[in-house]
């Protein structure tokens, strides 16, 4: 299909003798909400680091745009447009809000200071802050460091993060984890948003209810290959589990 | 908070609450209250001469303290620092006494000096990277390599005893001349301010704080995490060549127990300082007053005439009082 933003075609992932990915295709439009769901051990975390530019897939094609892509690193994926939220914390909990939100894109000091190396600070906290309110998330000031900083609130940065930093497409791991109903609430509406903004979005969550609720179409991954690839609207929750579990056939 | 705090001057309480639980504010009242000690006990104590000895303890062991604190900052530790030392002023003193005995002139032959130690501390510094990002050994054991290489190097070199015979205006340039302070101590109080710039207010910081709070998200945010460890350690290679310069300006000659034991006392300034070998924690002129308050001890205890091992002793205590009070307070933000 040539309407694909972003797409993976045939990849697999090999760690020795172990393949966590076998030959996995699929795609993300522009704003579209693609659900990735599995049981632990899926793939959902090596599929998501392929995607990332974390990990290089061993074999298989990355496509955005339709052009084939080959991320050496994670630095290689944001430059292209791509941010992803980790499962594992991607925030420096010592720094500050501020830094957080600029950390690997630091504006620097204009003139002579900024060539020696030196931060612009102030405009990077006033920046976070504005950043961080359009994409509706409040936190409370850009210079607390995120250990200050409720569960709720630090993964509201690091969405918020990721969404105003975003060109094309964001990639969400277990975004949901460890918020209570009214913040995953927000989460949902915040990835909403970045849909209606034209964002190709990628959802990993075993939050089945949150799946259903958001996505337009569910990706099933089961033992490192995909099982089922087809819109939101032809699953409930008992015929999504069972997928995920292999207790409804393929 | 400000609202439960009685009406009439919040803003001055809660600034009044900071400066007490900031650690560089308190390591500055023990250190008045250890200068208004000893001064007690011995009134020569409170002297310039005094005060320039201590400064002249102090030079060397800011340096290496300073290089010290970004490594431990990005969650590392440099056990090399003092092998550096001694290393790099036993091959400049070399160097140094070979160009006095061809007839150099001592301005020339000291700046060379001073090169062949910034050399010898960045090539140690790129060893312990490159140990350290492509033998994946830890940075505890790239540097405890480098540590025991580094000193044996210095002993089979000099063959234990101390290499002089260099420009005799060396030992000169180490009298103090503005109070107390001495020009190598200005130059290490002018490397300590661009270090406190680089460290607070620049990107070079703002990465050593990020990959030391949390390596897997520098690297997620697309920062070269080898580039990083490579600049922090050729840092800390390059002020601990410093120190063995200024060692030997002060000693005239490179000896290869110059450095040594240098790297317990750096990490005891950095420690005492309110850094934590965990990463991502630590000011500056916190290591600024640790290494000030280590070197104060070591005089003022001679001074009163305790016996110098003493010092250890009270290290220890201080070492023990900075740790367990960071631990309380960091207690006490998660129970509120």
């Not at chain 2, 054991?141 to 025991?148: F, P």
């Amino acid at each position: 299909m040539t309407d694909a933003l972003y797409e993976v075609r045939n990849i697999s992932k090999n760690y020795g003798a172990v393949t966590a990915l076998d030959n996995v295709s699929m795609k993300v439009r522009a704003g579209e909400i693609v659900g990735l769901v599995g049981d632990n051990g899926a793939g959902k975390s090596t599929l998501v680091k392929c995607l990332s530019g974390v990990h290089q897939p061993s074999s298989g094609e990355i496509l955005l745009d339709g052009q084939e892509r080959h991320w050496r690193s994670p630095h290689d994926a944001i430059q292209a447009g791509i941010e992803t939220l980790y499962q594992e914390s991607g925030l420096a909990p010592q720094l500050s809000v501020g830094a957080n939100v600029f950390l690997g894109r630091e504006e620097m000091k204009p003139g002579i200071l900024g060539k020696l190396g030196f931060l612009a600070q102030k405009s990077m906290d006033a920046r976070a802050h504005a950043d961080l309110e359009r994409v509706g998330i409040a936190v409370p000031s850009s210079n607390r460091s995120i250990a200050q900083l409720s569960g709720g609130q630090r993964q509201a940065v690091a969405i918020g993060r990721a969404v105003a930093w975003a060109s094309k497409i964001i990639i969400l791991d277990e975004p949901t984890n460890h918020l209570g109903a009214r913040q995953a609430g927000e989460v949902l509406h915040v990835m909403r948003a970045a849909r209606d903004q034209g964002l190709g979005v990628i959802f990993i969550s075993h939050t089945l209810p949150h799946v259903l609720e958001v996505t337009d179409r569910i990706v099933v991954l089961r033992l490192g290959r995909v099982v089922k690839d087809a819109p939101t609207s032809t699953f409930d929750q008992e015929s999504l589990l069972g997928t995920i579990t292999g207790l409804i056939a393929d | 908070m400000a609202a439960s705090a009685p009406a009439a001057h919040p803003k001055t309480a809660s600034r009044l609450r900071e400066l007490v639980s900031n650690q560089t504010f308190v390591l500055f009242l023990v250190w008045i209250a250890m200068v208004v000690f000893f001064t007690a006990a011995n009134h020569i104590f409170f002297s310039s001469d005094v005060a320039g000895n201590i400064l002249a303890d102090w030079g060397p062991l800011m340096l290496v303290a300073t290089a010290e604190t970004f490594v431990i900052i990005s969650g590392g530790i440099d056990l090399s620092v003092g092998a550096i030392t001694g290393l790099s002023g036993v091959v400049a003193a070399f160097a140094m006494q070979d160009m006095t005995t061809a007839g150099q002139g001592a301005t020339l032959t000291l700046i060379v000096g001073l090169l062949v130690c910034i050399g010898v501390g960045l090539l140690v510094g790129l060893i312990n990277a490159l140990l350290i990002n492509y033998a994946r050994l830890v940075p505890f054991i790239a540097t405890l390599v480098t540590l025991g290489a580094g000193e044996g190097l210095s002993i089979v070199f000099t063959g234990g005893a101390p290499i002089g015979g260099g420009p005799p205006q060396a030992i000169s340039l180490s009298v103090p001349w503005l109070g107390p302070f001495s020009t190598p101590v200005l130059v290490v109080v002018a490397i300590t301010i661009v270090c406190w710039l680089y460290l607070h207010k620049a990107k070079f910081g703002r990465y050593t704080y990020a990959f030391g709070s949390n390596s897997f998200a520098t690297r997620a945010a697309g920062i070269s995490t080898k580039k990083q460890i490579t600049k922090i350690y050729m840092l800390s290679g390059l002020l601990s060549g410093l120190a063995g310069m200024f060692f030997y300006l002060r000693l005239g000659s490179g000896a290869p127990t110059t450095g040594a034991g240098l790297e317990l006392d750096a990490i005891a300034a950095v420690v005492i300082g309110g850094a934590a070998l965990s990463g991502g924690v630590g000011r500056l002129s916190g290591t600024i007053m640790g290494a000030l308050i280590l070197t104060t001890v070591t005089s003022g205890l001679i001074i009163i005439g305790v016996a110098p091992n003493w010092k250890q002793v009270v290290v220890a205590v201080l070492i023990a009082l900075a740790v367990s009070i960071q631990a309380l307070r960091r207690g006490e933000g998660k129970a509120s």
